[in-house]
């Protein structure tokens, strides 16, 4: 079928074309009958223009424009003409003028949407994802995808400049479980085997290294088989980065002057650079989260010292047993009344607190139910370390530390929400560094890598590995935006006696080791160089540099919470031929 291509789009046009012919192509947007004349905004995806159907010009096009409707997709051609003075619409680039119709075809007729495209709208996710065609449409997805296409731009020309080489590592490769769960690939020639996706492209990164190619980067396609939150997916996308011959300075300069670009040539947003750095020690401790938001304060103070030797037996057995004791100051909380301290009660109880302490600092000293059991000796020394002014509000968490100062970091950003700490269009970026090597698994009974397996331990710390393995530092560093982790990375073991060592520490046999990771092993024998890397959460990214509240709203086809694309009915059953081609057989 032949139709008139158009001349321009629907977000050209402008007093300069007035009187010239032109030709939109577009979807009807909304249609308004007023006493005969037809009006219709035509849209495509720069933009709307306004079209004019009047009977008296060209009656062929207002008969066609009266059986119009929401997502007709036509062809128009007509006049540039100005608008009437007082009609303009400032709102729209084309606002100050009409295309008054002469000739239209209907491309294609569209059945009413089940939901209003030309407005935000209410209805739920699940529509929006079965008829993602329809919601790409909406403006808000639209920007999103536009913002995530210039993202890409940035990332490549900032990297081409920077000489570094885009290289694709394998999407079937070998499977090397240790982490997240593999989504295996069976092969249809080699039965009883299989192929992983990749979870990150780690080892492929590093014997680009190894092969000399010195600088390396991907916007690459990576897939995990785990539990979904609002800000994962099965697969998504990540910009990786490897470099050699480099330390942590290097990636942290070269990390900053890409956030510089992206927020100035994305956001027109200038970041104060360097990033701040804080260990992962005062991470936790300060803000009980190692993505902490800096965009308030709600500092954590940690009193485990001050009440060890407290009265009340629940700081003292817990200050003496291991645990710690903490809280948080709430400047001006007096205004915070006792209802409010009760739901904030009830929303410790559900994270696994015990309950909550709290005290007001007033004129007349501290008050609190608890006082005759802390004693005022001891609330005014917490007051006293606490730097708690008259008028200020005090809440306390006692308990196993790792579990306490989680408590008190999600206690904190609740805090930050109830009151409206957080300001919007602000962006707190930060260095989160001294990360542990290994944590230690109850299920499994042995360590595990907080990182990866390849991730390097600080030099200084090689002695501990023998004797403490818990205490031993990592080179690792992760980048924080907002509260959020948006990239995470480290210098890597390039020595093959080491990497061995680890993969011993953490369970792995030699045998294990080299059926698993044999390859990077003799890769390492041959030179490897010393080298790191980066991966960056590109749709996080985009997520918060949209202002969107899940990933979902910056992918194009995203997966439910469930991993089950609502559109295409992803996964799907196969028939029985493609099971047998492939040597399976379901229970």
Not at 111 to 136: H, S
Not at 441 to 461: G, L, V, W
Request: contains cysteine; proline residues 4%.
């Amino acid at each position: 079928m032949s139709f008139k291509k158009r001349t321009h789009t629907c977000n050209e046009l402008c007093k300069n074309e007035i009187g010239k012919t032109v030709t939109l192509n577009g979807w009807v947007d909304r249609r308004r009958d007023l006493g005969g004349v037809i009006f219709i905004e035509l849209r495509d995806r720069y933009g709307i223009t306004q079209i004019v159907f009047n009977p008296t010009h060209s009656k062929s096009s207002h008969d066609v424009a009266k059986n119009l409707r929401s997502e007709f997709v036509i062809s128009v051609t007509g006049r540039v003409e100005k608008r009437p003075d007082g009609t303009e619409n400032k709102n729209f680039p084309t606002g100050e003028i009409d295309l008054l119709a002469d000739e239209i075809e209907i491309l294609n007729s569209a059945e009413t949407p089940p939901f209003a495209i030309n407005e935000e709208t209410n209805a739920n996710e699940d529509l929006r994802l079965k008829y993602r065609y329809l919601d790409l449409r909406r403006n808000e997805l639209k920007n999103n995808m536009i913002l995530r296409h210039k993202m890409y731009q940035v990332v490549r020309k900032y990297f081409d400049a920077n000489n570094f080489l885009e290289v694709e590592t394998p999407i079937l490769m070998k499977s090397t479980p240790e982490g997240a769960r593999d989504f295996l690939v069976p092969s249809r020639i080699q039965e009883g085997k299989f192929y992983a996706l990749p979870q990150s492209p780690q080892t492929y990164k590093q014997i680009l290294m190894v092969a000399g190619l010195d600088k390396y980067f991907q916007i690459v396609k990576c897939f995990r088989d785990e539990d979904l939150r609002a800000d994962r997916q099965p697969e998504f996308t990540q910009i990786d980065v490897e470099m050699s011959f480099i330390d942590e300075e290097s990636i942290y300069k070269m990390v900053e002057d890409l956030m510089k670009k992206i927020f100035m040539e994305i956001m027109n947003v200038e970041i104060k650079f360097p990033i701040e750095r804080i260990s992962y020690k005062t991470a936790i401790e300060k803000y009980g989260s190692d993505k902490p938001d800096l965009r308030f304060d709600l500092p954590i103070e940690t009193l485990t010292e001050t009440v060890r030797d407290c009265p009340f037996k629940l700081f003292s057995e817990t200050a003496n047993n291991g645990g710690i004791v903490a809280g948080i100051k709430i400047e001006n909380g007096s205004e915070i009344s006792r209802s409010q301290i009760d739901g904030l009660t009830d929303f410790v109880k559900k994270l696994g607190a015990g309950g909550l302490i709290w005290a007001r600092v007033t004129e007349n000293g501290i008050q609190s139910p608890t006082e005759k059991h802390i004693t005022k000796e001891y609330f005014e020394k917490i007051a006293n370390q606490m730097n708690a002014k008259i008028g200020d509000l005090i809440l306390i968490l006692f308990g196993e530390k790792i579990k306490t100062y989680s408590w008190l970091g999600n206690l904190r950003l609740e805090l930050a929400k109830r009151n409206n700490l957080i300001k919007n269009n602000i962006w707190k970026l930060l260095w989160v560094t001294d990360f542990p090597l290994f944590d230690y698994s109850e299920e499994e009974k042995r360590y595990i890598a907080m990182h990866h397996p390849f991730t390097s331990p600080n030099f200084e710390d090689l002695h501990l590995l023998d004797t403490k393995p818990n205490f031993a530092r990592a080179r690792a560093y992760d980048l924080v935006l907002n509260g959020n982790e948006i990239a995470g990375g480290s210098i890597r073991i390039h020595n093959s006696d080491l990497q061995s060592k680890i993969f011993s520490l953490l369970g792995i046999s030699d045998e294990e080791a080299k059926q698993k990771f044999g390859f990077l092993l003799d890769a390492f024998k041959f030179g490897a160089p010393p080298h790191g890397g980066i991966a960056f959460g590109f749709d996080r990214i985009a997520m918060l540099l949209c202002n969107a509240n899940s990933i979902r709203d910056v992918i194009a086809f995203p997966k439910t919470s469930s991993g089950t694309s609502l559109m295409d009915d992803a996964p799907s059953f196969v028939d029985k031929k493609q099971l047998d081609e492939l040597h399976i057989k379901l229970k």
